[in-house]
C-alpha cells in the first residue's frame, strides 16, 4: 500500500508544521483540500496540545500530522547564559529596554514528556512526527501501538538509517535549503549540509521506507521534481507561511514580500539551534558570535524572544524569528486550500509535461 493510501490523502503533499505560524485552520483547510495538514506542538504543553487537537477535529475530518520536538533536553550554564545576556544587552538598551535577568528552558522536550504522550495515545491522529532526533523506544512503541503512523525528519543518511532502525513509517528528507529549525538530531556535530535533491536520493537509494522530500520545494514543478527522485511526497513549509490562515505577522510577510526574501541564511543565534531565516537584524548580530558562546536551545531561544519582544515594541521587526527557506521568493499570499489546489494543478501539468 502506498504512503498516500495508508494515509488516507489523495495528494502527496504535505503541509510542514511550523511552531507559530502553522494554525489549526491552516492545517484543516489543508486537510480539506485532500494534502496532508499539520500542527506543531513542541512548543505547548499537553494542554495546549489538546486544544488545537480539538480545534482542527472541529474544521475537519480528515487526516492530519500532529509534529513534536525531540531535542536533547537543555544543559542550563548559568555563566554561558549570563555573559549571552549581557552580549545582548546594548541591543536590548537601544530599544529601551533591559534584558530578563535570568533565562528559562521554555520548551520541554517530548523525549521526557509523559502527559504528551498520553494525550497522543489517547488522540490518536493519523500521523504524529518527530523533529531534531527521537523519542525514547518506548514511546514509538506506544504510539505504532496506537495505530499512529510515524514520520521522522533526517538530514543525513546516518539520522535516517537510526530513525528507519527505530521503526518510524517515512522520513523527511530535510535538505540544506529548507527554512526553519534544522532537524539535526546532535546541533554540534557536523553538519553534511547535503541539498533536498542529494539527500532525497540518497535515501531512496538507502532506506526502505517512503521518503518525503522537503527543502526549497514551492510550486508543483518542485513537487513533481522531488516525485521524479523517488519520493512518495513532498512537504512544503515556506510556501504556507504567507497563507490567510497563517500565525505570521505583518512584518513577517511583509519582509517576505520584499528583497530580504531573497537572502536567507543559517542562523543560530535566536533560538540555540540552526535554522534559516531571513537576513534579518538578528541574523546579521548572529554572523560573528561563536557556536560555543550561544546558551543551549531552548533556553538561548528565551532571550531572543524577549529581544523580539523589546525591539518589536519600539516599531523594530528585525529581531524576529523570520524563518524562511531558500525558495522564499517564489512565495505566493492565498487561502491555504487554494495553494494546495494550485498546487495540485501545476504538479498534475508537470506531469503531462
Not at 505583518?250 to 530580504?260: F, K
Request: aromatic fraction near 6%; charged fraction near 20%.
Amino acid at each position: 500500500m502506498s504512503l498516500l493510501d495508508r494515509i488516507g490523502i489523495d495528494l502527496p503533499i504535505v503541509q510542514a508544521p511550523m511552531a507559530g505560524v502553522s494554525s489549526p485552520a491552516m492545517a484543516a483547510a489543508v486537510s480539506e483540500a485532500g494534502a496532508l495538514g499539520s500542527i506543531a506542538v513542541g512548543a505547548t504543553d499537553a494542554d495546549g496540545a489538546r486544544a488545537m487537537i480539538a480545534e482542527v477535529k472541529a474544521r475537519t475530518g480528515r487526516p492530519f500530522n500532529i509534529n513534536l520536538f525531540c531535542h536533547r533536553p537543555a544543559v542550563a550554564y548559568a555563566a554561558k547564559e549570563s555573559a549571552w545576556i549581557e552580549r545582548l544587552r546594548p541591543v536590548f538598551a537601544d530599544h529601551d529596554a533591559e534584558p530578563p535577568t535570568a533565562l528559562r528552558e521554555i520548551y520541554r522536550s517530548f523525549v521526557e514528556d509523559e502527559a504528551m504522550l498520553a494525550l497522543l495515545v489517547g488522540e490518536k491522529p493519523r500521523v504524529v512526527s518527530f523533529h531534531f532526533g527521537l523519542p525514547p523506544a518506548s514511546a514509538i512503541a506506544a504510539l505504532r501501538d496506537a495505530g499512529i503512523l510515524l514520520f521522522a525528519s533526517a538530514t543525513s543518511l546516518a539520522e535516517a538509517r537510526a530513525a528507519a532502525d527505530e521503526g518510524v513509517d517515512a522520513i523527511v528528507a530535510q535538505g540544506w535549503e529548507a527554512g526553519g529549525h534544522r532537524g539535526m538530531f546532535d546541533p554540534d556535530a557536523p553538519d553534511e549540509q547535503l541539498g533536498t535533491a542529494a539527500l532525497t536520493r540518497l535515501l531512496v537509494a538507502a532506506i526502505d521506507l517512503p521518503i518525503i522530500a522537503a527543502g526549497g520545494i514551492m510550486d508543483g514543478r518542485g513537487i513533481a521534481a522531488a516525485l521524479e527522485l523517488g519520493a512518495a511526497a513532498a512537504q512544503l513549509g515556506t510556501a504556507f507561511v504567507t497563507t490567510d490562515e497563517s500565525l505570521a505577522d505583518a512584518a513577517y510577510r511583509a519582509a517576505l514580500a520584499s528583497d530580504a526574501a531573497q537572502h536567507t541564511v543559517m542562523i543560530r543565534a535566536i533560538s540555540g539551534r540552526p535554522a534559516r531565516g531571513l537576513r534579518n537584524r538578528f541574523a546579521e548580530l548572529g554572523e560573528v558570535v561563536p557556536a560555543g558562546d550561544i546558551p543551549d536551545y531552548p533556553i538561548a531561544y528565551d532571550l531572543g524572544k524577549a529581544l523580539h519582544a523589546a525591539a518589536k515594541a519600539r516599531g523594530e521587526f528585525g529581531y524576529g524569528a523570520q524563518w524562511a527557506g531558500q525558495g522564499a521568493p517564489l512565495i505566493r499570499p492565498m487561502p491555504a486550500a487554494k495553494l494546495v489546489q494550485t498546487l495540485a494543478a501545476e504538479l498534475a501539468e508537470a506531469r503531462r509535461a
